[in-house]
């Protein structure tokens, strides 16, 4: 430790021998406008914030199989026939392989370029020479530099490659997506490191028994994260889903146990469905299993309905489940899951037509949630007849004038009155 300090004394006087940098004073400086291409993917587009920009770094990671390399081919076909050169670093895939999938994809592969390589010193030299716009590198984990020990994959060599790309990504305005897979429980297998370093961090996502996708920023320089983007895989790759909530609600059948929930991802809203199963527990500490539910959330609000609501959970298991397997993040959804706890422990049905959402508070009280109205108006759009909702939401819906013809808003102040209103 002190030698470490020593050292870096040293250092610092050593620098005392650099020439002073000037400063920059800020008012001078000229802010462009970030050159953004439209992918020709809206929902892709949604995500990265109005399209990718020129020179920017972008990591999309996935499990495998989930369907990256099949979007980001369908982007350079789309990309590529709006004029916009495009090459595909191809070091996972044969060129034949990637034929093969652009056929399925596309007519013609037109002015679409390969470049089956994986050093990384290649393919910046391919990209200082070709003149190229948007370059996909599929995958980042199959990249390496002899400069660096360790196989390709590694910590060290991803990290490495990364910092090569993104040097010649801001020198020749290249917009560069880097692929990365997923491992089951975390993020990118090993750099978590790279995050820091690209602008932009998509996160693939589904689930092996459905079709769609989910396409979600995690981090964006040029736009909100949290957005999501929803696509379908068909035979002839994904295409986008401008209405997902039909998808999510599709073979919802009213039953105990059962609630709609009207949750807000980025600057959409999407109405799912929130399954609760309520069981006598063998156990000395009944389990709470959840899918598509953070898990601490749901021993939260079952706490509270224990506590505040006066139900008897303390000696059953409860299992929650969000139908299609959509992962629910907003805190609104603590009222529907709360409802759903209790209708199945009643056995008595939330009513179709009604939704409810606001976020639960330790002190059993039903706290606003953002963005009432985008919720509103989803579930009017959707036919809902009863809403209950915070009383500041309904208060702002009505300052707001939001209007919901044929629709009654309930305030609810307390979980209590929640459950006892809808469970009836
Ligand atoms: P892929 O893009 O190879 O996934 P990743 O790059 O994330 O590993 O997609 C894999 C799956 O998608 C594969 O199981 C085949 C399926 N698929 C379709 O269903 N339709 C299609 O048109 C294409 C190209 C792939
Ligand atoms: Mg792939």
């Known amino acids: 430790m002190i030698e470490e300090a020593l050292v870096e004394t040293k250092a610092g006087a050593a620098t005392g021998t650099v020439a002073a940098p000037a400063l920059l004073l800020l008012d001078t ?23 990718l920009v020129a020179g920017s770094l972008v990591l999309l990671g996935g499990e495998p199989g989930i369907g990256k390399s099949t979007l980001l ?7 590529d026939r709006g004029g916009v050169p495009v090459v595909l670093v191809s070091g996972e895939e044969s060129p ?16 679409l370029r390969l470049l089956p390589e994986t050093q990384v010193e ?17 995958s980042v984990q199959t990249l390496w530099t002899p400069e660096v020990g360790g196989a390709a994959g590694s910590v060290s060599q991803i990290r490495e490659a990364t910092g090569h790309l993104l040097r010649v990504a801001k020198e020749h305005n290249v917009a560069v997506v880097l692929v990365g897979h997923v491992t089951k429980d975390g993020f990118l297998a090993g750099p978590r490191v790279l995050e820091h370093m690209v602008d932009v961090v998509l996160a693939f996502e589904g689930d092996r028994a459905h079709s769609y996708r989910l396409l979600r920023s995690v981090k964006n320089r040029f736009g909100s994260t949290n957005e999501v983007g929803v696509f379908q895989m068909g035979t002839r790759g994904l295409e986008g889903v401008p209405d997902p909530t039909s998808l999510f609600l599709e073979d919802t059948e009213p039953s ?3 609630a709609i929930v009207a949750s807000v991802e980025g600057s959409r809203c999407l109405l799912a469905e929130i399954q609760a199963l309520v069981v006598p527990s063998g156990l000395a500490v009944p389990r709470r299993v959840g899918r598509g539910v953070d898990r601490n959330r749901m021993a939260m609000v079952a706490a509270v309905l224990t506590r505040k609501v006066g139900l008897r959970l303390a000696d059953q298991d409860v299992f929650v489940n969000v139908a299609g397997g959509l992962t629910l993040e907003d805190p609104a959804s603590d009222l529907p899951l709360a409802l759903a706890i209790a209708s199945s422990l009643q056995e008595k049905q939330v009513p ?20 009432g109205g985008k919720r509103l108006q989803e579930l009017v759009r959707r036919g809902f007849k009863k809403v209950w909702l915070p009383q500041r939401n309904l208060q ?22 929640a459950v006892k209103g809808v469970l009836v």
């Open 29 to 51: 400086v000229v802010s462009g406008s970030e050159d953004r291409m439209s992918t020709g993917l809206a929902e892709l587009d949604r995500v990265l914030g109005g399209g």
């Open 73 to 79: 081919l369908q982007m350079l076909l789309e990309l």
């Open 96 to 111: 034949a392989q990637v034929k093969m999938r652009a056929r399925r994809l596309a007519e013609g592969t037109g002015g």
């Open 122 to 138: 290649k393919v910046v030299a391919s990209l200082e020479r070709d003149s190229v716009s948007v370059c996909v590198v599929d």
């Open 256 to 258: 105990s146990g059962s």
């Open 352 to 371: 179709a037509e009604v939704a409810a959402f606001g976020e639960v508070s330790l002190t059993g009280h039903v706290r606003y949630a953002a963005q």
């Open 396 to 417: 702002e819906a009505r300052e707001q004038g939001i209007v919901a013809p044929g629709v009654e808003l309930l305030p609810v102040l307390e979980l209590r009155e």
